[in-house]
């Protein structure tokens, strides 16, 4: 992930807050490169299982954030930070019109295979998971600067 306008130190204080780690921190072109890690407080937004193929017994350990834990990460910087740009895999943001407009169909990519298919925000197991209403309302939209 790339992301343009905030210093280092704030996207720190954002993975803190969301309880995951930066890791791979670099500056590329104008902003700064960096990969989501979990923590090992393990909270409702960092997964280390998958399912993969089919049934229940069939998991895989990983050591990945989940989706809902990137899309927090990422609410958190664009409430500060509304003009900022953030590139990643799967989308490039720029400012909080496009992640109001883009980030949860990202959700819905299927991370499966064509024969098993899985939302990336199904993946997971935070099957209790809800957005703080203090990062977003309950439109799912981060309230745009007048």
């Known amino acids: 992930m790339i992301a343009t306008g905030p210093a280092e ?9 969301t309880g995951v780690r930066l890791e791979n921190v670099r500056r590329q072109g104008l902003g700064t490169a960096f990969t989501l890690r979990p923590t090992s407080d393990h909270r409702r937004s960092v997964s280390r299982s998958f399912d993969y193929g089919t049934g229940t017994e069939r998991r895989r350990k990983v050591n990945a954030v989940c989706w809902h834990g990137h899309y927090e990460f990422m609410a958190r910087l664009f409430v500060k930070f509304p003009n900022m740009r953030l590139k990643s895999a799967v989308a490039d943001y720029r400012g909080v019109g496009d992640f109001n407009m883009l980030a949860r169909q990202t959700g819905e990519r299927n991370v499966g295979s064509e024969a098993y298919p899985v939302g990336a925000e199904d993946q997971c197991r935070c099957y209790d998971w809800s957005v703080d209403p203090a990062i977003v309302d309950d439109s799912w939209d981060i309230p745009t600067p007048n």
């Open 9 to 17: 130190q704030d996207l720190k204080v954002a993975a803190t807050e």
